[in-house]
């Protein structure tokens, strides 16, 4: 099982991905404030004097003591969030191409000004990114397909996890803007 269990702090926002045994040492530890979602494990221990055996359910999603950071969330960008974000299409052409077919494109070059962030980087095939090569879509004559977004919190935790259940999918989607779609 693959699977991973959605973290969050006490005040409900996703923190990260946790694999089973990380869930289950802050369960044994007491750590979980509250918990959502179905039963993704259960961990079987061992007999008791009155031969009753222990048993762990690790829930889907955990939320956790800490802090509460009220900072603006800056996610990583890298190049395997940004294809996710895009769905590996080329937003100059439209084409769906495989990881290895696509880049990142800066709409504003670099050497014009631009910024390597969210807001100025799409997912490029190498073709349409040769055509584009030092100039903006407009001085191109490229149309760009959608506007270039920062992913919020809720959205960077799914873009970084390819194996997202049901009911993690549905607490994460419900904070999504209006920016991404799930198909």
């Known amino acids: 099982m693959n699977a991973k269990i959605l973290r969050l702090n ?8 946790l694999t089973r045994e990380e869930t289950a040492t802050l369960l044994v530890k007491d750590l979980v404030i509250w918990s959502l979602g179905d039963t993704v494990m259960e961990i079987r221990g061992g007999f008791n004097r009155q ?18 950071h009220k900072d603006n969330y800056d996610p990583p960008l890298e190049n395997k969030f940004l294809f996710r974000r895009d769905k590996n299409l080329c937003l100059y052409c439209g084409g769906e191409f495989a990881w290895g077919d696509l880049s990142r494109d800066h709409v504003i070059p670099i050497s014009r000004g631009g910024h390597d962030i969210w807001t100025n980087v799409v997912t490029s095939c190498r073709r349409c990114n040769n055509r584009k090569a030092d100039r903006t879509p407009e001085q191109a004559n490229m149309e760009l397909l959608a506007v270039p977004f920062v992913p919020n919190q809720y959205e960077f935790l799914y873009l970084s996890n390819h194996a997202v259940l049901a009911d993690q999918m549905e607490f994460l989607s419900a904070r999504f803007s209006r920016h991404i779609q799930i198909s």
């Open 10 to 17: 006490k005040a409900g926002i996703p923190v990260s991905w």
């Open 51 to 68: 031969g009753i055996r222990s048993v762990l359910r690790l829930p889907s999603i955990v939320a956790c003591g800490g802090k509460v």
